[in-house]
């Protein structure tokens, strides 16, 4: 069974940063397309980001210049991360990672992580 876990939500100021990690148990996540999702309060899930197996990205026009998605391969186990900078308060929601593949179309989620920015 496949577990995705997302890390490094928080509450911080207008315009700095935060990093979010996405992890997977159970199998390889340079298998699968990747991609993060947010969902404000009263609202619905929308899209943020994403990169696909073989490195093609896309994200949603809000968040071109200032997200950055990307595979980890620093450590033994690769993850995908979510670099946001210059934060603004309507990127506040919980943020989920969806780990998805051709034989799996509707994939795999994580539980979220929330991101505050608040001053």
């Known amino acids: 069974q496949v577990e995705v876990v997302e890390s490094g939500g928080g509450l911080v100021q207008p315009g700095r940063s935060l990093r979010l990690s996405c992890g997977i148990f159970?199998?390889?996540?340079?298998?699968?397309?990747v991609a993060w999702y947010r969902q404000a309060p009263g609202k619905q899930r929308e899209f943020v980001a994403s990169?696909?197996?073989?490195?093609?990205?896309?994200?949603t026009e809000s968040v071109k210049d200032r997200f950055t998605i990307a595979r980890d391969h620093t450590n033994a186990e690769s993850t995908v991360y979510l670099q946001m900078n210059t934060l603004k308060p309507e990127d506040t929601g919980v943020y989920y990672c969806?780990?998805?593949?051709?034989?799996?179309?509707?994939?795999?989620w994580g539980q979220g992580t929330q991101v505050t920015v608040s001053s």
């Open positions: 969806n780990v998805r593949a051709a034989w799996k179309p509707a994939g795999f």
């Open positions: 990169i696909s197996r073989l490195g093609t990205i896309n994200k």
């Open positions: 159970g199998s390889n996540i340079n298998i699968w397309d």
